[in-house]
């Protein structure tokens, strides 16, 4: 039974949800240049140096549903999110994520996915910004269009999330909770391009292709939706 404190509800910790069982084809260091399907990642926001994160906290306002925010640690195991394919659209594991693909980022920790709708964000009124869904599966508000400037999302460029359904940009713009979640940032989405809606894979497991796959296709090839 969960307890309502200072606008969140808080719940007893959950089973964590596992994404996979078999490991193998990974990448924990560099020399894999781009985000693959399958990959975990942690995500980076540039202008505030916060990565995005979420726990079984509960907004007190709005949807209701889980929250998500920004901290400011490197290490926090609940920063971790899965790059997935939608329902409609498979994502072939080890497989580079497209400049203009929509995928899912499924929290590792709660198996839930990030999620937006027309709720306003309990701090600046923006969109809300959730983590929804059990064991990874949600509805397509789940949905986001990663958009950079190439072919592929490579790991050392910034890159955007737009939100499929509403057109809303992943986005962060400084607001700070108090207690129980103190100093994590708001995560939000907003309308329109702008330096709160840059972010970059940092910390992770890459899944790598295959040596056919990595070996047949040119990244090279640019793209103009950034």
């Known amino acids: 039974m969960g307890k309502l404190h200072y606008g969140f509800l808080l719940h007893d910790p ?3 949800f596992v994404l996979f069982s078999f490991i193998f084809g990974l990448s924990f260091g560099t020399e894999l240049s781009f985000v693959t399907c399958g990959s975990v990642v942690k995500l980076l926001n540039l202008k505030h140096n916060v990565r995005l994160h979420s726990h079984d906290v509960r907004y007190g306002s709005g949807s209701g549903q889980q929250s998500v925010t920004g901290v400011t640690a490197v290490e926090d195991s609940n920063s971790y999110w899965s790059v997935r394919g939608t329902s409609d ?18 929290h590792v920790s709660t198996g839930r996915n990030l999620h937006s709708h027309y709720f306003a964000s309990p701090l600046s009124s923006n969109q809300e910004v959730s983590a929804f869904g059990e ?42 909770y108090g207690r129980p979640i103190h100093g994590q ?30 070996g047949s296709r040119d990244y090279s090839h640019p793209h103009t939706e950034f």
């Open 14 to 16: 959950p089973i964590v």
């Open 89 to 106: 659209a498979f994502c072939h594991r080890g497989t580079p994520v497209q400049c203009g693909q929509t995928i899912r980022l499924t």
């Open 135 to 176: 064991e990874g599966e949600g509805d397509h508000l789940d949905e986001w269009t990663v958009q950079c400037g190439g072919s592929v999302w490579k790991r050392e460029e910034a890159v955007r999330f737009r939100h499929k359904a509403t057109e809303a940009l992943l986005s962060v713009t400084g607001e700070q």
């Open 185 to 214: 940032r708001e995560v939000h989405a907003m309308l329109g391009p702008t330096q709160h809606s840059l972010w970059k894979a940092m910390e992770g497991i890459f899944i790598k292709p295959s040596e056919s796959l990595a």
